[in-house]
């Protein structure tokens, strides 16, 4: 089987849909060996991404040849794309963030693309009215020129179905996963001295997300300093690549204003290979997102053996399962109640980790890989 890939942003972005990318390619490569994969990206700088590239098995990297398509990789990307692919004979082209490029089902026999969420459509006021307008078209389209849409959750596809007017026949539905190192348990002395090393104190709560309205950090640091009456050696550790401005601006203020200077720490976008520590070592993640279309974080934690809270509607019971702790993401008192229940009661923290763990062996790549694969067949 030969399936291309719009493998952009599993070259040039650290997390989120680069996560997705890369773990959806990783998966293939690994659990099958009669496969053809084409990787179609703008040029890469970053080792690391390019090295993950070169070592898969069963993957060619294609990059822009010509001086006007290395300049604008963009065009290259949404424009010529469908001509390069022309000469890969491909069966599938599979475009991972939510865009096809003009004309290339007449290069391959099938195309699919991933739907990650209509966020943008739930929560308009998150958005630029420009950025609304121009995800639509790129969305809609895509999803009328696709012959199988993917959705990454039940909640994602009822999106798409009420927001785009798809008709459900279309849509299929295939979870994602994350990586593997996130199922590796750390020896504790390892796990402490790289805390130590990144200056990390011992009981800790963990958020990971951009500084954005949407992942309701705000609501978090409220939260947190109720819990800190309680427990003052409680801390909260903050990863984060980038955010809003005005809204990081909001946090800031919370922090001063509630005197928790010196229990928030926040630390820029970490390499993945950090994350499991963190994870590791953390009472519980939390993760209120008024929104997000799956929440990888959630099955990185549980992974981890790591108790998660998380917010009560859209997607997030079908990330969790049973035993994550649900809030209502406008609530104080609902995230401190459920941060007070975990520092409380070690023995619930110990059965949650476990009784998480089983679930989330659904998400293993094995699974996911084995299902993506009968979706690919049966478009052939």
């Known amino acids: 089987m030969r399936i291309g890939f719009d493998a952009k942003r599993a070259f040039h972005n650290f997390r989120g849909l680069g996560n997705y990318s890369r773990n959806l390619i990783d998966g293939l490569d690994q659990s099958f060996d009669d496969l053809n994969l084409f990787l179609y990206s703008p040029v890469s700088h970053n080792k690391s991404f390019i090295d993950w590239g070169n070592a898969l098995t069963q993957a060619k990297l294609i990059y822009p040849q010509s001086s006007l398509s290395k ?57 630029p009215k420009i950025d609304r307008l121009v995800y639509k078209s790129k969305y809609k389209s895509a999803c009328s020129r696709a012959d199988i849409i993917l959705a990454i959750c039940e909640n994602t596809k009822k999106d798409i179905v009420e927001f785009l007017g798809v008709d459900e026949k279309k849509i299929r539905v295939a979870y994602q996963s994350c990586h593997p190192s996130f199922e590796n348990l750390i020896p504790k002395d390892e796990l402490n001295t790289f805390l130590n090393k990144l200056k990390i104190p011992k009981n ?52 001063k204003d509630n005197k928790l200077e010196d229990k928030v720490i926040f630390k820029k976008s970490l390499p993945n290979d950090s994350l499991p520590y963190l994870y590791q070592g953390a009472l519980s993640l939390i993760f209120p997102s008024f929104y997000e279309g799956f929440g990888i ?57 476990i009784e998480s763990s089983e679930f989330v062996k659904k998400f293993h790549f094995k699974n996911t890989s084995r299902i993506l694969r009968s979706i690919y067949q049966e478009l052939l």
Not at 328 to 348: H, I, K, T
């Open 297 to 353: 974080p959630i099955i990185e934690s549980m992974f981890s053996g790591t108790p998660v809270i998380t917010s009560k509607d859209g997607c997030f019971k079908e990330a969790g399962g049973p035993r994550t702790l649900y809030i209502n993401p406008s609530s104080v008192e609902d995230l401190s109640e459920a941060m007070f229940l975990l520092l409380r009661n070690e023995l619930l923290r110990r059965e949650i980790s």
């Open 71 to 127: 300049h604008c990789s963009s065009l290259w990307r949404s424009l010529f794309l469908s001509n390069v692919v022309k000469n890969d004979k491909l069966d599938i082209f599979h475009g991972l963030s939510h865009e096809l490029p003009p004309g290339i089902r007449q290069n391959a026999k099938g195309c699919l693309v991933t739907i990650h969420d209509l966020i943008f459509m739930r929560f308009p006021d998150f958005f």
């Open 204 to 255: 800790y709560f963990l958020q990971i997300g951009a500084i954005e309205e949407n992942k309701n950090l705000l609501l978090t640091i409220k939260s947190f300093s109720k819990v800190q009456k309680e427990f003052p050696d409680t801390y909260l550790v903050v990863v984060s690549g980038g955010g809003n401005k005005l809204y990081k601006e909001k946090v800031l203020k919370a922090i």
